[in-house]
């Protein structure tokens, strides 16, 4: 059963809020967009490899990264730093391998085209290790922060319109940023990893009381065994339903960014409309997650998720009926940036909650690997879905080098609208069997935070 959060207020201050996002989602976001944007072009252009090859590469490195996050929850649970901080610490490691192997990815040592590609897939598994040890972190830090269910949503929506926000400011900054630099990708890399470098100390002196050892919950006699760092053996109970609800709610982002060039290009006859598309659902995005937080508040986390999903798989649906042309489809697409928003950005939410009552339950603190297992929902969700949509545009007949006939052009409409609404929607489907009593884990999290202020005095 849930229950409504209306009555609580974040014990955190604003300032620390906005310093979470920040320093966590904002200062990522300028890697995340520069390895989407650049990766595949870099791969193509600079280091001049086949198509074909290129394809492998990406596809062997995209796969690798969903590999990595699964490792990511195990590494961060099982190496602890006591002294200095838990989650902090690994945050500051997973920074300083980022600054180091992001701009090696992005040098061109001019190797023969296998010995590139090969370097580029191990450079790449590499620099996955320190950003998803380092994601894991960073979303696992919500736990030892929240005081109530109203600090992990703030958290939340911090991380959210921060990652937005990040988005933004660099689809301004970031041409001016490279031709500064000489166009150099292994300049720009070093100065984005350098960002995140920078991010993480940051969030280590902000969240290092906080993250702490304490007193550990007394557990169970009869709680189940559960080896630290398993990701197999988290899989249980509340976890099941949130794995496979996530994946399929990452999965219409794959679709959607996959097809959308392809859309506007062929079905809109408006390439324009692709970079407009693009910053409207940022700004959108943006919106909603503030206006997430009122929402979930309100109406509760569990049935929040369930209905917006259902309402973005319907909003999916009516660009096969309205979304043909520019207008209604910018419209279309602004209401789906706003309203998918709760889905994604409860996702780090849903595993504190997860991570709170196995500790409640008095099972072994697998806290890292819990929010491992979320980040691998977001990645395999996008590698799942952009596999999918990569292969259905072969099986409709879509050749770039042939004429693209009425048939093609209906097949790309379907794919684009019916194939994300029906992610979202069996996404909510799946979610109905996620049950977490809240106001049991609430109270368990009031006790808590008793406990470490008492300690703290």
């Known amino acids: 059963m849930e229950n409504k959060i209306q009555a609580q207020k974040p014990t955190l201050k604003q300032s620390q809020l906005l310093l979470y996002g920040f320093f966590g989602m904002f200062l990522n976001t300028f890697y995340l967009m520069f390895l989407a944007y650049f990766r595949l072009f870099y791969l193509t252009n600079v280091l001049q490899l086949s198509t074909g090859v290129s394809a492998l590469v990406n596809t062997l490195s995209v796969w690798g990264n969903v590999v990595t996050m699964m490792l990511a929850g195990g590494i961060v649970d099982r190496v602890t730093f006591k002294k200095c901080g838990k989650f902090c610490s690994w945050a500051v490691i997973g920074g300083i391998g980022m600054s180091i192997s992001f701009p090696l990815l992005f040098s061109n040592l001019g190797l023969s085209q296998s010995a590139a590609g090969a370097v580029f897939v191990i450079l790449f598994v590499v620099q996955s290790i320190s950003y998803n040890c380092l994601w894991v972190a960073e979303r696992s830090l919500v736990g030892p922060l929240s005081g109530n269910a109203a600090d992990a949503n703030s958290l939340a929506m911090m991380a959210q319109q921060g990652s937005t926000l990040g988005g933004l400011i660099f689809g301004v900054v970031n041409t001016p940023i490279m031709n500064f630099l000489g166009g150099s990708y292994t300049m720009t890399a070093l100065l984005y990893g350098l960002f995140i470098l920078g991010g993480t100390i940051g969030m280590f002196f902000l969240t290092r009381k ?3 050892p304490q007193e550990a919950a007394p557990k169970a006699a ?10 197999l053996k988290a899989m249980t109970g509340p976890t099941i339903p949130f794995f496979f609800a996530m994946i399929l709610n990452n999965c219409h982002l794959g679709f959607f960014m996959t097809l959308l060039a392809y859309f506007t290009q062929y079905v809109l006859n408006d390439p324009v409309i692709l970079s407009i598309s693009v910053t409207a659902g940022s700004v959108a995005g943006l919106i909603g997650a503030w206006l997430s937080k009122i929402i979930c508040n309100n109406m509760g986390k569990k049935k929040a998720f369930i209905y917006f999903s259902i309402l973005t798989g319907v909003l999916y ?6 979304g043909k042309t520019s207008i209604p489809f910018l419209i279309i697409r602004v209401a789906i940036g706003c309203f998918s928003v709760v889905g994604g950005m409860l996702i780090p939410v849903f595993a504190n909650d997860i991570a709170d009552y196995k500790e409640m339950k008095g099972e072994t603190d697998a ?7 979320a980040g ?14 990569s292969f259905s545009l072969a099986a409709v007949g879509f050749s770039a080098t042939a004429e693209v006939t009425p048939t093609i052009i209906n097949s790309i409409t379907y794919l684009m609208a019916f194939a994300p609404a029906a992610v979202c929607i069996l996404s909510a489907l799946c979610f109905i069997f996620y049950r977490i009593d809240e106001k049991e884990v609430d109270a368990f999290r009031a006790e808590k935070a008793a406990r470490l202020h008492a300690a703290q005095k």
């Open 210 to 212: 906080y993250d702490l």
């Open 367 to 373: 806290r890292a690997v819990i929010q491992s297992i």
């Open 317 to 322: 649906m009516l660009i096969a009926f309205i």
């Open 376 to 389: 691998t929902t977001i990645r395999f969700g996008s590698a799942l879905s952009a596999t999918i949509a």
């Open 222 to 231: 009869n709680a189940p065994k559960q080896p630290k760092g398993s990701f």
